[in-house]
């Protein structure tokens, strides 16, 4: 948030998930107006590997999950909004393992994004995790989901067929594929980014 440019704030909902707020900022043409801001905690996402990275067509976890917004069901990585206090890092490992089931041994950072800028400040770390194992599933109750295991090539026909139209999970398979899938970890299980 640029509070220099903040002239006023007002709070209009505070909600689980977000807040919503009317900034009256001053844009860099001198000129001053109100601006819609969603304020969101952030969160992390993350594409799991059965697999080593370098196998040359590793086997990947997604999942299917219910989206009210979507209309409908929609292939995903494993995400969530941070906790107070909580690192990127550690909130993968976390939603990776209530979502799915999985624990990683390694989690790689893949890239920091920001969802929407016009309107929120949303920003999602994403994640590879390799070195799985299997740990608790704990989804919390308006989460319908279904894990599917596919191959990395599968998955991309997916995506070239628009049948994974969830920007964070595209952007994250597509960052693994050109950039990510030969570069070392830089975090261990239970460690921080």
Request: proline share 5%; with cysteine.
């Amino acid at each position: 948030m640029n509070d220099a440019a903040r002239t006023a704030h007002r709070r209009v909902y505070t909600g689980r998930v977000l807040n919503l707020d009317i900034d009256t900022v001053r844009f860099p043409d001198g000129s001053i107006g109100d601006l819609e801001i969603i304020r969101h905690s952030g969160a992390s996402a993350v594409v799991p590997m059965l697999d080593e990275p370098t196998v040359e067509n590793p086997r990947i976890v997604l999942i299917r999950q219910y989206r009210y917004a979507a209309n409908g069901f929609v292939y995903e990585i494993p995400a969530g909004r941070l906790d107070a206090g909580e690192t990127p890092a550690a909130c993968a490992q976390r939603e990776l393992e209530e979502e799915t089931g999985y624990r990683a041994e390694h989690l790689q950072p893949l890239v920091s994004i920001l969802t929407t800028p016009g309107f929120t400040d949303e920003r999602i770390h994403l994640f590879a995790a390799w070195g799985l194992t299997t740990g608790q599933q704990r989804r919390e109750r308006d989460e319908f989901l279904e894990t599917v295991e596919l191959r990395f090539s599968d998955v991309l026909q997916l995506l070239l067929r628009g049948e994974i139209p969830d920007a964070k999970t595209a952007l994250a398979l597509l960052f693994l594929d050109k950039f990510g899938r030969a570069r070392q970890p830089v975090v261990k299980h239970g460690g921080s980014l």
